[in-house]
């Protein structure tokens, strides 16, 4: 079976038993919002230490050694030192609205295909039986194994 890496993934979601799908989306957005308000995206440009890299020579018979080498230039890149902090932001605007992280396991094969089509609109309870059928239109459907 070919996996795409989302699909194949548990599904990583905040959680609050009985709640519609639409609040639990207008809910993260808001969060989302407050997190980057509160903690904004603060990039920094940040550089690799340099490194020496040894030149290795090599005669007919296999002999070989080391003679001299060049200097390779540390990897630039850019970090967002806030990501962190907005992420406990937003898990603690989350929580004061009454949801929790979870990570659902996706279905086995054989129940997703004896499920009937579906998708969640309100979150059920969820016990260690639950899992999660991704639909192709980006929904889904939380499901108990029987």
């Not at 904004?40 to 001299?68: E, I, L, M």
Request: aromatic share 6%; hydrophobic share 35%; net charge positive.
């Amino acid at each position: 079976m070919v996996c795409l890496a989302s699909a194949c993934a548990p599904l990583r979601t905040y959680y609050a038993e009985g709640v519609s799908f639409a609040t639990l989306e207008h809910d993260n957005t808001r969060c989302d919002v407050l997190a980057l308000r509160d903690a904004p995206v603060a990039t920094v440009v940040r550089q690799d230490p340099p490194r020496f890299v040894r030149r290795r020579h090599c005669d007919s018979s296999g002999q070989c050694v080391y003679r001299g080498g060049i200097w390779v230039p540390g990897e630039v890149y850019t970090v967002d030192v806030n990501a962190d902090l907005r992420a406990r932001v937003k898990g603690q605007c989350m929580a004061d609205r009454g949801y929790r992280p979870v990570q659902i396991p996706t279905c086995p094969s054989g129940v997703a295909d004896a499920a009937p089509p579906g998708r969640t609109t309100i979150l059920p309870t969820l016990n260690e039986n639950s899992c999660v059928i991704r639909n192709q239109d980006g929904s889904f459907q939380i499901v108990t194994r029987g």
